[in-house]
């Protein structure tokens, strides 16, 4: 659900001196097996490694592993020299993870800029097929912020944009091919519509389709939109009151999960959805809807386990001021009552936004347990990534 310095301008693809070392040869880290958390999660998680860190980023998260799970693509806001003022947007960068001669990871590597400066950004995805190549919602340029319409939790302090000019955005990254850092491509539209939001987009695994949420001109609420890139058709799949995004294809490509708020109360509910193909391979609608919660919770971005067996999604259960992660089972057959959750996450502050690698042995989130820095009240959100021990429900 996101800008270097002007002296960055028209160079289409940057690397960041930080994330990997350069910037600060120190971070404050925390001994895990301190934390009160790590009893709790003990069942759930191990090898935890912190991926991103306060003294190089104001904030990260909303991260996804490539096919490989040898990168990742983040949205976050770099942290500027002192006395500046950090940027006002998300930008998109992709890092490559830092592995033992075991496979684990251990760390990321320099993180390369996508966007473009004074962008807006959001929702980076991986090609399933092409290696190097990416998608995200961006703005390109920098957004006009008056009467932009976005969510937020009543009164709440968190709320996030849906800029009318966002669009989804793709890119080629050289060196996630061995290529250099520079004289990739720039963020270029993927395709053409009405002005509006577009953003929250993910592939196919077989890589023909592309599901995002769009805001058409006139409306308050967004719905979900297939592209099939094989013929560039675009068809409306999910159309209710409300908002309805975060869509994710399910392992098998025959499902999409998403959250909705459909009882406008701002307390967002998990979805899952059979959907409808025609004798070509199209994605031409959706064959059934299923609810998986309807409780007083905002429950949003769920992300299917590689197994299909269950998700795991980021909700307010706990408390709307500590979001934790769960994992859901998503078997279609049972209804919102009797369906069996699990706790995953125990540190205070915001756990969400959790993604798999496509083996299912790492789970990535954005996580505000890490180690608080300088005169910050409490610990910034960045990206933690963790082995799956037993997530199942």
């Known amino acids: 659900m996101r800008n270097m310095n002007a002296s960055l301008m028209g160079i289409g693809l940057i690397c960041v001196g930080i994330a990997g070392g350069c910037a600060h040869q120190q971070r404050a880290s925390v001994d895990v097996r301190d934390q009160g958390w790590y009893d709790g999660e003990a069942g759930s998680l191990s090898d935890y490694v912190q991926l991103t860190f306060a003294e190089d980023w104001v904030k990260a998260g909303e991260s996804y592993f490539d096919p490989t799970g040898d990168w990742i693509i983040f949205q976050a806001v770099v942290r500027p020299p002192a006395g500046e003022e950090p940027d006002e947007h998300y930008s998109m960068y992709v ?53 932009q319409p976005g969510y937020q939790r009543g009164t709440g ?120 193909f025609d004798s070509g391979g199209a994605i031409i609608g959706i064959e059934r809807e299923v609810q998986l919660t309807d409780n007083e919770h905002v429950n949003w971005a769920p992300f299917w386990h590689p197994s299909g067996r269950y998700l795991v999604y980021a909700t307010s259960e706990v408390s709307h001021r500590n979001y934790e992660v769960f994992a859901i089972e998503g078997d279609p057959a049972k209804g919102t009552e009797g369906r069996r959750t699990r706790r995953i996450t125990h540190a205070d502050g915001f756990d969400g936004l959790p993604v798999f690698s496509n083996d299912g042995v790492w789970m990535m989130w954005t996580s505000q347990r890490g180690a608080i820095f300088g005169d910050d009240e409490r610990p910034t959100s960045q990206v933690w990534a963790a082995r799956v021990v037993d997530a199942q429900p």
């Open 95 to 147: 890092g490559k993870l830092k592995k033992n001669n075991r496979g684990d990871i251990t760390g990321m590597h320099k993180a390369i800029l996508l966007s473009e400066p004074g962008s807006a950004n959001t929702c980076g995805y991986f090609h399933p097929t092409e290696p190097g190549t990416v998608i995200f919602g961006s703005t390109i340029g920098a957004p006009k912020m008056e009467d």
């Open 157 to 276: 302090r968190y709320r996030w944009a849906f800029p009318i000019e966002m669009d989804v955005v793709t890119m080629a990254v050289p060196a996630i091919n061995g290529g250099s850092a520079y004289g990739a491509s720039v963020p270029t539209p993927m395709f053409e519509r009405p002005g509006g939001y577009d953003a929250e987009c993910a592939y196919s695994p077989d890589g023909r389709h592309v599901v995002f949420a769009s805001i058409e001109p006139g409306n308050i609420g967004a719905d979900l939109w297939v592209i099939d890139l094989y013929t560039n058709v675009q068809r409306k799949i999910v159309e209710a009151d409300g908002y309805d995004g975060g869509p994710f294809f399910s392992p098998d490509g025959g499902w999409i999960c998403y959250r909705s708020d459909r009882k406008g109360n701002n307390l967002l509910q998990l979805f899952i959805s059979k959907l409808r």
